[in-house]
């Protein structure tokens, strides 16, 4: 049976060795999703993937399906972007480490989500540029948790349907995902967060514009801190499993923040 081969951008996501030699490696595709391929002899001979295969490079893949075989062969890769900023700096590997497994966790193989894959290239791209490193982790996940299906709400109480913010106090509910206004539920509670009115209009704001907008909307650390805070919660959630590398992450942050520390 003739082999068939393919090319395709992809985003390395994993790698894990694979007999004496090879690699198994996991990518993030626009139009196919998340894929695995092995990478022959790419730990003996470096020649052919040298520093290709490193956590979150972009790519030019050339796959190959060899007859009935279903594992991916790759044969090829050409470098689009190294991200080299993500890999030397901590702060940034440990935000790109939550986008990594976030993205492990909530795609299943095959299934292609070309919005989540521009999603991943900005935020790795805004990350490489020496942005605030947890601004586009806060835009990622908002976006994220849409594109997988649980869009957070954050126009309205989802009980009365008042606009949030402007009619008064708002909390978010991490369990339905939604804001809830005060007269809805009066009584504070551990899964009943509450929102600066600020947070709620960037988050709301930052949930549909273009990414050349998003690019450029600015939020206040606290801010920035609150709206992770929520995500992070919500997202652990309708995952239900903890995101380990939020952890690392955590203690990063915790000198300069009390909010992230929370969950
Ligand atoms: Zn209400």
Redesign the pocket.
């Known amino acids: 049976m003739a082999a068939v081969v393919s090319e395709t951008d992809g985003v390395v996501l994993e790698t894990r060795d694979h007999g004496e030699s090879d690699l198994i490696v996991t990518f993030y595709c626009p139009d196919s999703g998340k894929i695995t391929a092995i990478a022959k002899g790419a730990r003996k001979s470096r020649r052919r993937f040298v520093n290709k295969l490193e956590m979150f490079t972009y790519l030019r893949l050339q796959l190959r399906r060899s007859g009935n075989r279903s594992l991916l062969l790759l044969e090829e890769a050409e470098l689009h972007a190294a991200f080299l900023n993500l890999r030397f700096d901590i702060v940034r590997y440990s935000v790109a480490s939550v986008i990594r497994e976030l993205m492990l966790l909530g795609t299943r193989e095959g299934e292609t989500d070309e919005q989540l894959y521009k999603m991943l290239l900005w935020t790795l791209d805004s990350l490489d540029r020496r942005d605030t490193p947890l601004r586009p982790l806060l835009f990622f996940f908002l976006r994220y948790l849409d594109y997988i299906g649980y869009r957070p709400e954050m126009d309205c ?6 606009s949030a913010p402007s009619a008064g106090q708002f909390r978010f509910n991490i369990f339905s995902g939604g804001l ?2 005060t ?3 009066p009584a504070p509670s551990s899964s009943l967060i509450p929102l600066s009115p600020t947070t709620i209009t960037h988050l709301s704001d930052a949930q549909d514009i273009s990414l050349k907008q998003l690019s450029g909307l600015q939020m206040q650390t606290r801010s920035i801190h609150e709206g992770l805070n929520i995500l992070h919660r919500y997202g652990r959630h309708i995952l239900q499993r903890e995101i380990h590398s939020w952890k690392m992450l955590r203690q990063m942050f915790a000198k300069s923040s009390n909010t992230i520390k929370e969950g």
Do not use: A, D, V
């Open positions: 109480c989802t009980q009365c349907g008042t809830i206004c007269s809805c539920s």
